[in-house]
């Protein structure tokens, strides 16, 4: 007898693996346009213009497919993931890395994925299992690590690090507000009208962003579009196909894979060579991605096994 699990199955892990992968790296890869854009633009400017181009993108991509409105049942998830992720958390990361080193700004980020682990096994009854803890636990140091080795760029304050503090919490509740959305909408859907509301919430900055796109070098509005373009309208969508097809918790832990690739891009991208205490802080983190999305020999090979099975909704669980 085959023990295998079938091939739909395989697909379908291969499919959100591949999903996953390809929000990582271009979530990664805003660091290096951040940067750029960063100095031309204040964070709530270069937070709208991010979103606008976002929306613009994924708007021609409905249109194209003719994707229909979310249904009723969706929004409720759809709204408090675009205010809180894709609003909030955008323009409080922006302005919090403006206040503190990098090194820091890295370390409270991180708690982001164990907000969404707490959350996501209290709100939608996402399960923990050991491997995911201690897959979790290897990455956060290899994350503490990497911010270790990064401090002492830059002055820090009380107000960045709280603004860092905060974009985790919003950063995290988004996550897990967007999880029972995409029980009955699409990935895309999910995304396009998600990052419409975060557009809407940062409609006050919009007087920046006129004043500042006037002044601003064409490599900094470059960037700025490059950001709404590839990390957010292409890599949040990849990222609801993959959190669909899988647990909120196991997704937030995929992200510590971003802190390896951040110092690979930085080296390749700005010359920024790093340390040996910031490689072993990167390969902690990927090592820690392999044993969080890992499963017991038991449980691979159990007949019929499937990627995550996928928690019923319960009313009032996207909060």
Do not use: H
């Amino acid at each position: 007898m085959n023990d295998s699990p079938p091939a739909p199955t395989r697909r379908a892990e291969w499919g959100a693996a591949a999903a996953a992968t390809v929000t990582v790296v271009l979530w990664a890869s805003a660091f290096v346009s951040i940067r750029s854009a960063g100095e031309a633009y204040s964070p709530g400017a270069l937070a709208l213009g991010r979103l606008l181009a976002g929306a613009l993108t994924l708007g021609v991509i409905c249109l194209l497919r003719r994707s229909a409105w979310p249904p009723r049942s969706a929004w409720r998830g759809i709204a408090i993931s675009g205010l809180l992720w894709f609003g909030f958390y955008m323009v409080a990361l922006n302005w919090g890395e403006q206040q503190v080193d990098a090194g820091t700004a890295a370390l409270v980020v991180n708690i982001g994925p164990i907000l969404i682990a707490l959350l996501g096994a209290r709100l939608l009854g996402d399960p923990m299992p050991p491997r995911l803890l201690a897959g979790m636990a290897v990455s956060f140091a290899g994350a503490v690590t990497v911010g270790l080795s990064m401090s002492g760029e830059g002055g820090s304050s009380v107000l960045g690090v709280v603004l860092c503090l905060l974009a985790a919490v919003a950063y995290a509740g988004g996550v897990v507000a967007q999880k029972p959305a995409l029980g009955s909408a699409s990935p895309l859907q999910v995304t396009t009208f998600g990052c419409l509301v975060g557009a809407v919430v940062c409609l006050p900055f919009a007087g920046q962003l006129v004043r500042e796109a006037a002044a601003a070098p064409a490599s900094a509005t470059l960037n700025m579009v490059y950001l709404g373009v590839f990390p957010t309208a292409l890599a949040f969508t990849t990222w609801a196909y993959a959190l669909s097809r899988t647990t909120a918790s196991r997704m937030g832990a995929t992200t510590y894979a971003a802190p390896a690739l951040v110092v690979l891009m930085s080296w390749l991208f700005l010359g920024e060579v790093p340390g040996l205490l910031t490689l072993v802080g990167g390969v902690l983190c990927l090592a820690g991605v392999a044993v969080s999305r890992s499963r017991s020999a038991a449980r691979a090979g159990a007949p019929g096994a499937v990627p995550e099975p996928r928690p019923e909704r319960a009313p009032g669980s996207a909060r």
